[in-house]
């Protein structure tokens, strides 16, 4: 028995949020691996709202498969997977059971297709934010982001729309791998008074990436893919992990890719004229980043410049700071000096390590 969109859209709407799984993974279909029937095709476009299985489309969406593609263009879809183009005013969504007031973040990966600057919207209604793809963080292209939203209700709408009307129809934003991860944010301790210091809570990491994850310029703290963070910069901040980089603890770290256009704050509590210690560790990735390094760090009026040469083996140094406190909130704020890329792809962007930022009151 088929179920028709329509009904299963009111079989999730009556599912209790109880009943709703921690959520990790792919969306159903989130690799596009299940593609739309020969008969929904006209060459790489999709016929019909529904033909792509477990999503609904509007607008001009091609299916594109990876290796070669017509007229000698270049795609950064792995030979064998498969992606989808959003053509002028294209959207792509998908309805999934969540629970009602948790945090989560959608892992994907996405690229332009064209030398034209090209925005992805993503959405999970009433929260939108647009993704500027003109800077390319890697050089074959294929960048993975992550995006926060936390859910108003027990169904949240995923939709991704190229809000863009290019010259070129054969211009779009590129979207591969979807998937969805429940953050759990972490909260501040005696010990240290930043939330999610380490870094360890963050995106889900997709098993075919081994380019980090890049958290996208202007996200707040209370939405942040990487919780109780801010990135306030104009340009993204990419999450690393220590499974395919260097990181100096844990599992996890962050890496300042774009010199002082990628800055990284928390905002932490305080007691106004008290004494406190900010403390943290910067390094390599052990990536083919190599050269002299620059992290500056600021909290109230106080500044640390934390100078670090990369030999690209990894390795890290620690560093801090003593401030007074002058009201009972105090931004904390991270960025490196300088813009590096790597030596052996001078293409692909990359910069100084920042793990473990603590911060705990001190005596005078």
Request: hydrophobic residues 35%; neutral net charge; contains cysteine.
């Amino acid at each position: 028995m088929t179920v028709s969109p329509l009904l299963y859209f009111y079989l999730l709407l009556y599912i209790p949020s109880c009943a709703v799984g921690y959520l990790d993974g792919l969306l159903p279909n989130g690799d596009f691996e299940q593609g739309p029937k020969a008969s929904h095709l006209n060459k790489t476009v999709i016929l019909g709202k529904h033909a792509l299985p477990k999503w609904e489309i509007h607008g001009l969406v091609e299916y594109i498969h990876g290796g070669p593609q017509p007229y000698g263009m270049f795609f950064p879809v792995p030979r064998d997977h498969h992606a989808v183009r959003l053509g002028n005013e294209a959207t792509i969504s998908q309805s999934i059971p969540v629970k009602e007031g948790s945090f989560y973040s959608l892992t994907f990966s996405s690229s332009r297709t064209c030398a034209q600057d090209e925005v992805l919207r993503v959405s999970v209604p009433p929260l939108s934010g647009d993704l500027p793809l003109q800077t390319l963080y890697s050089s074959n292209g294929g960048d993975t982001y992550a995006w926060g939203f936390r859910a108003t209700s027990g169904i949240a709408k995923v939709i991704f729309h190229n809000p863009g009307i290019q010259e070129d129809p054969a211009c779009g934003p590129l979207l591969g791998a979807v998937a969805i991860k429940e953050l759990f944010p972490p909260r501040p301790t005696r010990v240290n008074l930043v939330k999610n210091g380490g870094f360890e809570e963050g995106p889900y990491l997709l098993k075919n990436t081994t380019s980090g994850i890049l958290l996208p310029p202007k996200q707040e703290d209370y939405t942040s893919p990487l919780p109780g963070w801010i990135i306030e910069s104009l340009k993204a901040i990419r999450y690393v992990d220590s499974e395919h980089f260097k990181v100096p603890f844990g599992l996890a770290a962050v890496e300042l890719v774009a010199g002082r256009e990628s800055a990284i704050a928390q905002v932490i509590r305080t007691i106004p004229n008290r004494f406190y210690n900010l403390s943290f560790v910067v390094g390599d990735a052990k990536n083919g980043c190599h050269g002299s390094m620059l992290v500056e760090a600021f909290a109230v009026n106080e500044t640390a410049k934390v100078q670090y040469h990369s030999h690209g083996k990894g390795e890290h140094r620690a560093a801090s700071i003593k401030f007074t406190a002058i009201g009972a909130r105090t931004r904390i704020t991270f960025f490196s000096s300088f813009y590096h890329t790597k030596t052996d792809d001078t293409g692909s962007l990359c910069g100084p390590i920042l793990d473990q930022v603590r911060v705990h009151p001190v005596h005078k």
